[in-house]
């Protein structure tokens, strides 16, 4: 009785997974192409200090780290219009890797062991540090995404920010989860 039930439930449970499985793959999917779109109009509500591009008309180049679908997101999205009249170029940056000319880093949570490291890199750099970690504001994480009733949404450290010599738009704050006005 009890091998005939077995032979009933694996093959339901194998249907159930394979059914669940381009789901959740799915899911992922959209989450990384919001958390992409997201990271393409950050940039045009913060406003660098001109010695963090070399010449004027640069684009923003937005280093991604420990997150290759982020990337191959914001690739396709960057062919769109430009913010702030700045076009958008992505690099994917390996661990170790020079940040040098980054203006925006996104660590993805593969990489989020290594936050107080790049936190410590960028500290009193133009560089807008985005995380998606619990806790991140803690190790020099200027903006970091949570997820608040099923959806993404972010948090700011404007005191980063300022240490960072970044201004964020009043209208990007208006939209935050939550904003910290002091170092954590």
């Given at each position: 009785?009890?091998t005939?039930?077995?032979?009933?439930?694996?093959?339901?449970?194998?249907?159930?997974?394979?059914?669940?499985?381009?789901?959740?793959?799915?899911?992922?999917?959209?989450?990384?192409?919001?958390?992409?779109a997201?990271?393409?109009?950050?940039?045009?509500?913060?406003?660098?200090?001109?010695?963090?591009?070399a010449?004027?008309?640069?684009?923003?180049t937005?280093?991604?780290m420990?997150?290759?679908?982020?990337?191959?997101?914001?690739a396709?999205i960057?062919?769109?219009?430009?913010?702030?009249?700045?076009?958008?170029?992505?690099?994917?940056?390996?661990?170790g890797?020079?940040?040098?000319?980054?203006?925006?880093?996104?660590?993805?949570?593969?990489?989020?062991?290594?936050l107080?490291?790049?936190?410590?890199?960028?500290?009193?750099?133009?560089?807008?540090?985005?995380?998606?970690?619990?806790g991140a504001?803690?190790?020099?994480s200027?903006?970091?995404?949570?997820?608040?009733?099923d959806r993404?949404?972010?948090?700011?450290?404007?005191?980063?920010a300022?240490q960072?010599?970044?201004?964020?738009?009043a209208?990007?704050?208006?939209?935050?989860?939550?904003?910290?006005?002091?170092?954590?």
């Amino acid at each position: 009785m009890q091998t005939a039930r077995r032979r009933l439930i694996y093959p339901l449970l194998t249907v159930l997974a394979l059914l669940a499985w381009p789901l959740g793959a799915a899911a992922v999917e959209v989450e990384s192409q919001i958390k992409a779109a997201y990271l393409y109009k950050f940039a045009s509500y913060v406003d660098w200090p001109p010695a963090a591009f070399a010449q004027a008309d640069m684009p923003v180049t937005i280093g991604v780290m420990g997150a290759d679908e982020i990337a191959s997101e914001l690739a396709v999205i960057q062919n769109g219009r430009p913010p702030n009249s700045r076009a958008i170029e992505v690099k994917r940056v390996k661990p170790g890797e020079s940040l040098s000319g980054v203006q925006m880093l996104f660590v993805g949570h593969d990489e989020s062991a290594r936050l107080k490291r790049l936190g410590d890199m960028v500290q009193s750099r133009p560089v807008l540090t985005v995380t998606d970690s619990a806790g991140a504001l803690g190790y020099g994480s200027v903006i970091n995404f949570v997820t608040v009733d099923d959806r993404i949404r972010f948090e700011v450290s404007l005191a980063q920010a300022e240490q960072n010599g970044l201004k964020i738009s009043a209208r990007l704050l208006g939209v935050a989860q939550k904003i910290e006005t002091r170092k954590p």
